[in-house]
């Protein structure tokens, strides 16, 4: 299976934040498979941003679930990221990640990753 990423590269501060997933070799809709957003800034680790399951349920990290929603489009096996209200501090590169589960939970976290896609926050 493989992950690609695309969006804009530059997003000024207050405006929302989109990128989309294209997955290709498996539909998004298989069981048990979990997908993912993940990202790391410059300078710091990977921080999980929030997961869709196959059932098309989502959840969220926390401190980001009031400006994040994760959707997808199953006719073009895709999924999507939109965060709003960017500040620099959303400044990074962001993947899109497999997980594969049991249906309840995953047991074998971000099997396949995407390349990344730089995302800078900037007037």
């Known amino acids: 299976v493989q992950l690609q990423e695309s969006g804009p590269g530059l997003v000024k501060p207050s405006q929302t934040l989109s990128l989309t997933c294209t997955v290709s070799?498996?539909?998004?809709?298989?069981?048990?498979?979990?997908w993912s957003w993940i990202r790391q800034p410059p300078g710091k680790g990977l921080e999980w941003i929030g997961t869709i399951r196959y059932s098309g349920s989502s959840y969220y990290d926390p401190s980001l679930k009031s400006r994040t929603s994760i959707s997808r489009d199953t006719a073009k096996n895709q999924f999507t990221l939109q965060l709003t209200s960017v500040t620099p501090e959303d400044t990074a590169v962001y993947y899109c990640s497999r997980s594969t589960g049991n249906g309840t939970y995953i047991t074998v976290p971000n099997d396949r990753w995407g390349q990344g896609t730089q995302v800078s926050v900037s007037s």
């Open positions: 070799g498996d539909s998004i809709t298989t069981n048990y498979y979990f």
